[in-house]
DNA sequence: CAAACTGTCTGATCTGATCATACAAAAGGG
DNA sequence: CCCTTTTGTATGATCAGATCAGACAGTTTG
């Protein structure tokens, strides 16, 4: 495995064949003559073999020279469907997406942008892992991940898709229930249905025009899945905090009604996150543009609403 | 076509996706580490793609990489093969021999030395051109021309094989109706049977132990043909001139005589003429060795003889 | 926490590709 | 037959880029 050929001659030397003289070969190539002749010499010298017979006046292949060009062609056209191959994909979706989101993030907005971008580039695939929290993008070979709230890694670029507002939301009969005027002021003596997939489970912060109110919520049930947990404050149980888009049909629906809708909860962001590269391959970038789109409209009519 | 393709580096990919390691593709390749991960990069580069993901622990191909590193195994096996098979046609004959020789001397030595060279190779092809005085071997895709007699060409590389000798030759009937002590004096005075294709028409030199005789031959006939001459000779109508490996069966054979067995004639090369090449294809070398060492045994036996 | 190993970076070095020019040989034109 | 043109090659200068040794930061392992 001493010795490595060297490949790019073979360029040059399909050139000469295909114009039958080396000076010819060198204007295409856009080199001097003496770089072609050089590098034909060389090659001839790696082979060990003739390939073309110069006169000075006319250039002709032998037969190991013919036989080597057809060779040399199927080498050089597979080299270019190659690199035509990879580089086109960085600029047109091709192959396998695989990607991650959190389960309620994901089923809301990750899967009807799946849908239009399989519309969009039929022969794409799509292999997405609905789970909140995945460990490690390198290992799980995953070319894009999804994360809703607080970004942890360090390592991995990220990109910042939109914003999460986090709601506090009742039944309708939960919410006729409560004083008129209750405030956050009041939360722990109310009935929560807490929601472990949210951090800052212990105290939350509302706010309104710089007034602040730092309050410990007092969970009567604790769901580890965010559509349990919704589910508990669809039945009435009690209040639930849960991010906007889960919520937001519900809410314009009827089924569930915003509760200190004057008053906000810490946002959070929406990022998309990748893998180390260099480059950033088109599959993953269009679909990324896709979903900041979603999100573009999803905060344009959270905001109109 | 502006930019070229290094194919060069493919090489170095393919080494990390085997060995699964930058490190330990540089130790196979014999290359310092950092010189695999420019080179890397740099591919990474032309293609605008990420193929391989590293961690400073692990390096795994993203899915663009798994992909080039097929199409990349296939070219490099391909050009392999390609500059196997041309390298190997410099060590073993292979592919076709072109030959070019004259009419008499192809039928009596080169056919049975391609009989001898065929049977040895028995994958290689032959064309032969027997034809007295090709123009050019370049033009006509020749790999060896025969020439014999006295070299005209001065562009061609050659290779002497060895040396005719010209006889005097009579049927046996008509050399009994000479004088017993005839001499080349009287050379003039004789029917002789006229060969165009021997040079020197005009005048013969003989010679014997420093005595030498300048003369003119008398043809009553003059074939444009060395056999038609040869069967005229044969049929009695008079003496003929005629390189020794032409006659020597007929010699031996009885049904022709030597005249003037001790004056002799301007003796010429054998030679094998190439076409100019910097290297010399097996094909060619194998057969003109093959042709030499019948020369040897030829001179040998008529030394002998 | 130390040790070993990863891939990458950096600056020096040097191979080898490239260029501009000159040249010999052959073909074509007058 | 001379002259011009065009061929491929030779030459020496120049420069890009490949290579190397060593250092580095990050990770895994014990």
Known sequence: MAELLNLNRLAYFTTVMETGSFTAAADRLGVAKAVVSHQIGKLEEELGATLLQRTTRRVTPTEEGRLFYDRAMIILREAEAAYGEISR??????????????????????????????????????????????????????DLGIRVGWLADSSNQARRLGTIRQIVVASPGFAASLPPDVTPRQARSLAWVGNAQLRGIGQWLFSREGETVLTELNPVIMCDKSPAALACVLAGIGLGVFPDYSVSDDIAEGRLVPVFADWSLPSGGIHAVFPPARFRPAKVRTFVDLLAAAERRRSRGVATA
Chains 1, 2 share one sequence.
């Open 89 to 142: 994909g960085a600029v047109e979706p091709s192959g396998t997406l695989r990607l991650t989101a959190p389960l309620d993030y994901g089923t809301k907005m990750v899967a009807p942008v799946m849908a239009a971008y399989l519309r969009t580039y039929p022969h794409m695939r799509v292999e997405a892992i609905f789970d909140d929290a995945v460990s490690n993008l390198v290992d799980e070979q995953i």
